[in-house]
């Protein structure tokens, strides 16, 4: 038997075969006109997705890279900053941030919940010392969306440059960097962007750069100096040689972006959370976030009690074809995350849920099958299109 | 008019069609079982290639961030390294080691020469302090090839590390990592392995762990003891998002090279090489560096007299469509440079002696039209195959 496969994990995502055989096209050299042109057109592109004016890096790495790159271009060994984590990739700011010499005050959530603004704010009120503030918009962990535009609001009257990690928000979620005034903000070409891992990115405010000329931090790969010495050459480009297939295949993802238009990307977005949310509900399962409109990326469920949720991924996959993702970090087994951020449409939701249905039952949970789709449809019907 | 297009340079190199699609196909899920045999299967044969039982840590990245990772995993600020220089990458040794505070001593080299072994003997008798020597095997800035046997020769009797930049040899030249006793050896996705860029790689000695367990360095994104311990995972993997499309096109293209064998392969690239040697100088051209018959990753040539270097190239592109690289550095615009790194046959050598005959007329060098397409069918001729 060959089993077909699904994948519906909140990243790496399913990528569009157009924007995969965009990919497939003969190696376009990376110091050539032809090159500057795609390089130009995806600056823009993801200008347009960034909703910012500020500069864009782009660097051959994860997410995880870029990441970096903005601890060691921001923070000097010493230097004070707040990171506010409600999850793995929040643990990774701090981590990030301890491994490179910075002070870390951490402002520590329990998985599932919200960042609260408030704190950040007292945080900042109380002490004048913090030259940047670290948080995530989608914790990918536990498919909570934290509130950036509030956030924001309440960073902006200190001295802290904001940066937020945007790896699986981006292209989900609204963000308006410029107009709500996100120094940096990082993604990832793997996840909303409908692109294939690979390629990942920084939009740079001018207060970021600033802080960014007082570093002390070595610097290199992924140095943002040598990143933006390269976008200023008459010829735009990276410092060193770029994934060019992935660059091609995100070129064609951000045009159907384009097309799509971010609003309507957003609207979509959230109807497929609401649906997942409301399925997994149906079938008597507990939600592990917040049940919050704004949780577009992923939703992450409780593993019901009895169940082994290693056996219950495992299923869904050898049985059934459907790659999930389970629990990460101290959540492991505890929970499976379902992903819905990029090419994902409602029949991937009924495909996640009707599977999950199958595979409760083979792993000894009684679910009522027909119960969860059934959610996720009315959910589909009341929007009428998505 | 729709100009067909002809990659002939050091880098990216050109991919085979059935290279390109194996990455076309969708997403695998970078921590599903299927992914793991993926990546186990292309540890093998990367190991083939490297011809090393070493450890290979895979990195999402371009070759100078796997060059970075050797530097901050080795060296720690203060230490004292020798840094073996003849061309463009052995500069970037130099610099990434002093970027993260290593104590350099150069052994500069005119670009176009060889690095000397015996000089790297003689620094390493006079001063027992060194921790490493950095050198590079192919250097692509300039196409020579330094002799990395007789290099580690030279160094076995030391406590230094020996770390080379294969970026552009790998997959060229032979490497024999563990019968010459090379602890480092760094790659690149790009190059003669026939893929794409955006993995690189690094092969770690014994030897290579003990010195980085003693490192006081910072590493993250490309912590080689991260990557050791995804390694060791019961379901092997990369501790961050791998670029899975480049991964399946690398497993293919690595298919390939077991197919065609190391041996032959090595042959191959001899024989591209010579029949560009022996075309350039049959049109009256200088050779910029050593007529040594291992240079097989690329072939640099002066710009005759009179013309300029940027013009040719241009015109190469512009009115040919055959995409060549300049010079670096230094020489940029002073010499011209012939890739035939990989994915190469003798009809690309004859694409590109012939485009080049027909475009120094163009910039008023009055070639010998067919002289040296003649001089690299001599060539191919005696060899009767490839």
Redesign the interface.
């Known amino acids: 038997v060959v089993l077909k496969?699904y994948?519906l994990?909140p990243?790496?995502?399913?990528?569009p075969d157009e924007v995969?055989?965009a990919?497939?096209?003969?190696?376009v050299?990376?110091?050539?006109?032809e090159y500057s042109e795609l390089f130009l057109r995806v600056l823009d592109g993801l200008r347009y997705v960034f909703q910012t004016e500020n500069d864009i890096l782009v660097f051959?790495?994860?997410?995880?890279?870029a990441m970096?790159s903005a601890v060691t271009n921001l923070a000097s060994p010493g230097d004070r900053v707040l990171v506010a984590s409600n999850g793995n990739f929040g643990r990774r700011w701090q981590?990030?941030n301890e491994?490179?010499?910075a002070q870390v005050t951490l402002l520590d959530y329990e998985w599932g919940q919200k960042v609260d603004p408030v704190d950040i704010a007292q945080a900042l009120q109380a002490d004048a010392g913090y030259v940047a503030v670290f948080c995530t918009q989608s914790e990918t962990s536990t498919g909570v969306v934290n509130d950036i535009r509030e956030i924001a609001k309440v960073v902006r009257p200190h001295r802290a440059v904001l940066v937020v990690d945007a790896v699986s928000g981006l292209g989900a979620t609204d963000l308006r960097t410029d107009e709500w005034g996100v120094d940096v903000v990082v993604s990832?070409s793997?996840k909303a962007l409908m692109t294939?891992?690979?390629l990942a990115f920084v939009s740079v405010s001018q207060e970021a750069w600033e802080l960014n000329s007082r570093v002390r931090n070595?610097?290199?790969?992924?140095s943002w100096r040598e990143s933006k010495k390269a976008l200023e050459d008459p010829s735009p480009q990276m410092?060193?040689?770029?994934?060019?297939?992935?660059m091609l295949?995100l070129d064609k993802a951000l045009q159907l972006i384009h097309e799509e238009g971010l609003e309507q990307v957003f609207r979509r977005h959230r109807i497929l959370g609401k649906a997942a949310r409301e399925a997994a509900k149906a079938l008597g399962l507990e939600l592990f976030s917040l049940d919050d409109p704004e949780a577009t990326s992923v939703t992450a469920v409780w593993v019901p009690e009895g169940v082994d949720g290693s056996e219950l991924t495992r299923v869904m996959?050898l049985t059934y074809g459907v790659?999930i993702?389970g629990g990460q970090g101290r959540v492991a087994g505890k929970i499976f995350r379902l992903g819905h951020c990029g090419y994902f449409g409602p029949f991937d939701i009924i495909t996640a849920i009707a599977s999950l249905e199958m595979a409760l039952r083979d792993v000894g949970f009684e679910s009522q099958l027909g119960a969860g789709v059934a959610a996720a449809q009315r959910v589909f019907l009341e929007e009428k299109t998505w």
Chains 1, 2 share one sequence.
């Open positions: 496969r994948l994990t990243g790496p995502t399913p990528v995969l055989l990919g497939a096209r003969g190696i050299h990376h110091r050539s006109p051959s790495a994860s997410g995880t890279g970096e981590e990030l491994t490179y010499g990832g793997q294939p891992p690979g070595p610097s290199y790969y992924v410092p060193w040689t770029p994934p060019v297939g992935v295949s996959m790659t993702a």
